[in-house]
């Protein structure tokens, strides 16, 4: 940033009408705002350093306002990458629980078909023995 301060026009031009209308020397208005007598010289030099810490304290209130800014979108930042991770975890322990539900569900079903693939085989045994002669 240079030593210079970027002041709105408009706002020049307000504190140019208020300097021309407070100090009245001729009769039109480019008279009026070259024109200026030794007794208010002084004011505009007080005018001018007020002006000149009024610029500095836009500069300062400007930077407060920036730091704040970006103060606060850190910490937005935070507490939605925060939250953002609450909500991963909570998503990873809930699939972990259903992958632990599945592969229990899994084993029963495997479970109970082997019995009764068992069972089907011992029945057909069974009638394969009845229905078969001996020698």
């Not at 953002?84 to 972990?96: Q, V």
Request: proline content about 1%; aromatic content about 8%; hydrophobic content about 40%.
């Amino acid at each position: 940033m240079s030593g210079f301060v970027e002041v709105d026009p408009r706002l020049l031009q307000v504190f140019a009408d208020s300097i021309t209308m407070n100090n009245d020397v001729g009769y039109f208005l480019k008279d009026i705002a070259c024109q200026t007598e030794e007794s208010s010289i002084t004011d505009l030099n007080d005018m001018i350093k007020i002006i000149q810490n009024l610029l500095k304290e836009i500069t300062v209130v400007k930077r407060n306002l920036l730091f704040a800014k970006q103060l606060l979108h850190a910490d937005y930042d935070a507490k939605v990458g925060g939250r953002a991770m609450d909500l991963y975890c909570s998503i990873n322990d809930r699939l972990s629980e259903l992958e632990k539900l599945y592969e229990e569900r899994m084993r029963v079903a495997r479970r109970s078909y082997r019995t009764q693939m068992a069972d089907a085989c011992k029945k057909i045994a069974g009638d394969y023995r009845r229905t078969t002669p001996r020698c």
